[in-house]
DNA sequence: GTGAAAGCGCTAACAC
DNA sequence: GTGTTAGCGCTTTCAC
């Protein structure tokens, strides 16, 4: 039923290595046959099968990123960046997307184990360093956007800690001295600790005393920015300002703040992290960290195929420029 | 360097054959047998290439979810539909990200037509209704969220005409005659023309005169609904209330209409379509049609499955139910 | 219950 | 410049 490299051979009259030769661009080949071949690819609408050419290359060209959701607007705008570079270098990128279910992300990555792929890029991950480090012996892997305590494994991520403390540096410079934390409650994710230890060296860089009763730690779901909200109305002398690390935990951070008669931007700073393209539709507007994504993405796929290609693996941790941006949601 | 499952057979003292018959189940394999295999998968730390397995079973279990974008909260939706259904029917849900590019858009078909996957369902594509069924000839593809107009191909998607009506008609039920329409400019996107066919016909049915002058029609990007507020904003008579065939047209033009000194919900009201996830976190909420996508994604998965394992092919039109929700930016 | 061997579709080494 | 052929790693018939 499905047309082979041997039925083009037989139709344009060579063999299959001559068809070979043609399809894989080789110069050892005559002009005539070339015509020949190409006559018979297109009369048979002949489309080579990959699984054939990929078995016998021992690569797919085709890489992996495997994230935990695919509704965040971060992880999108890397994605487009990924694909921009994995196109100038013969590689198609797909995803997949694990719900946060370590699971799922594990039968994912099976496509890396049983060769479906020739590379994994994981936008955050369930995996622990050790693992990480066991996995990395044998297969290509990187970890963009979130790394791992640890991990000697490729990676490309902004430096959080620098990031945060030059986000609430600003909020500091706006004349705030009292400025609630939004972060989570969790011992490995690396980027949420980071981000906590630059809000905590902003403070005291600035000589400002660091209350334990103005963090408010969940974890990224949408809901917990409002509960925070709410936890720092209910202080006797709430915050003026608050840093969530993420533009989401911000924005909720932002709407019950509304609720309580609170207007953001006014009555009380609000900043995020991400730049998520939300923050440019919401009223009011959210200042926030912005993460190269596309830089990322490209530069992630760049290290990952070079990987790919060679016998000593690079997994250095590389850390790419933030920009803080500062809109309505932090007044002026 | 790989270890294959001939390493595996000499490892276990046993043929290939039985190692096959042990990795996928077989009956007939006797208990010790099975017992050396697994040792000896344990101890090489075996992990069958799938290159080799796929091209022997001419099959992948593998699907490639084809969509224009992956920053919408609805293809994220769907595709964890998707996923679930996959899961149990044994199926790898991937997905791959065109960027409205027809160029790119067609690559990853290649991914189809050199056998890398077994199906593709199209989140929206670019093919036109001949394409798409001289495709469907040959290989297995799906279309969900939006159909083609003359393509004989399965669908899955919610009866936009429907949709529509019922969202204008609960504009009208509120007591609005003057209701602004944001559309598309095209004579392709079959779902954004079912939907200002659904306007009209709620109009006509409640005896409200179609006055063009209420049309504002663009393409999809934010900045349209705000130029479509703008536009609406200068009119002698302006509506007082506003359909948008998308969010994300509702809510640009929800912000362009504060700029404008308009609060939608009281001074105007401005209803989107999909649910998109902001439509809750936005100030005001915003009204909308919500879309099944869990469901939409089941579906289609199931039945282009089972298109995969049929000999004749399904190619119906499934239409599922839509559910209009009512919020702040509709007032009350 | 098990093994030998053919063959899935392709590339590449080798011979001419 | 071209053809023959081995073999990538796997499943599955067939024979025992």
Same mark, same amino acid.
């Given at each position: 039923m499905s047309v082979t490299i041997k039925d083009v051979a037989r139709e344009a009259g060579v063999s299959v290595a001559t068809v070979s030769r043609? !399809? &894989? =661009?080789?110069? &050892?080949?005559?002009?005539e046959s070339s015509q020949k071949v190409c006559e018979a690819v297109e009369k048979l609408k002949y489309s080579p099968n990959f699984l054939g050419r990929n078995l016998r290359k021992r690569e797919t060209n085709v890489i992996l990123v495997i994230m935990p959701t695919s509704e965040h607007s971060l992880y999108s705008k890397i994605i487009m960046g990924m694909q921009k570079q994995a196109e100038k270098l013969g590689y198609d990128i797909i995803s997949a997307v694990t719900g946060s279910a370590s699971t799922v992300e594990a039968r994912?990555? @099976?496509? !890396?184990? &049983?060769?479906t792929v020739d590379g994994v890029v994981l936008l955050g991950t369930l995996y622990d360093a050790e693992a990480l480090n066991r996995l990395a012996q044998n297969y290509d892997i990187a970890l963009c956007c979130? =790394?791992?305590? =640890?991990?000697?494994v490729l990676t490309v991520a902004v430096d959080d800690e620098q990031a945060a403390f030059d986000a609430v540096t600003a909020l500091i410079r706006k004349g705030h001295r009292r400025i609630g934390f939004v972060g989570i409650d969790s011992k @490995?994710? $690396?980027?949420? $600790?980071?981000?906590?230890? =630059?809000?905590?060296r902003a403070l005291k860089e600035h000589g400002i005393t660091d209350d334990p009763e103005l963090y408010y730690r969940e974890n990224y779901e949408y809901d917990c920015g409002g509960r925070a909200m709410e936890y720092f109305a209910s202080l006797k002398e709430r915050p003026s300002a608050v840093f969530a690390i993420s533009? !989401? !935990?911000? $924005?909720?951070a932002i709407n019950k703040a509304r609720d309580l008669g609170l207007e953001a931007g006014k009555d009380i700073a609000i900043m995020g992290f991400d730049n998520i393209t939300m923050c440019d539709m919401m009223y009011p507007t959210v200042s926030t960290v912005e993460q190269p994504c596309e830089k990322m993405g490209e530069l992630v796929i760049s290290k990952l195929i070079s990987n790919i290609r060679a016998d000593i693996k690079d997994n250095r941790y590389y850390t790419?420029?933030?920009?803080?941006?500062?809109?309505?949601? @932090?007044?002026?």
């Open positions: 043609v !399809l &894989n =661009g080789s110069c &050892n080949v005559s002009e994912q990555m @099976t496509m !890396l184990f &049983n060769r979130e =790394g791992v305590e =640890g991990a000697n @490995t994710a $690396i980027s949420a $600790i980071a981000r906590e230890n =630059g809000y905590r533009d !989401l !935990l911000a $924005i909720s790419v420029r933030h920009n803080v941006i500062m809109r309505e949601s @932090t007044g002026n």
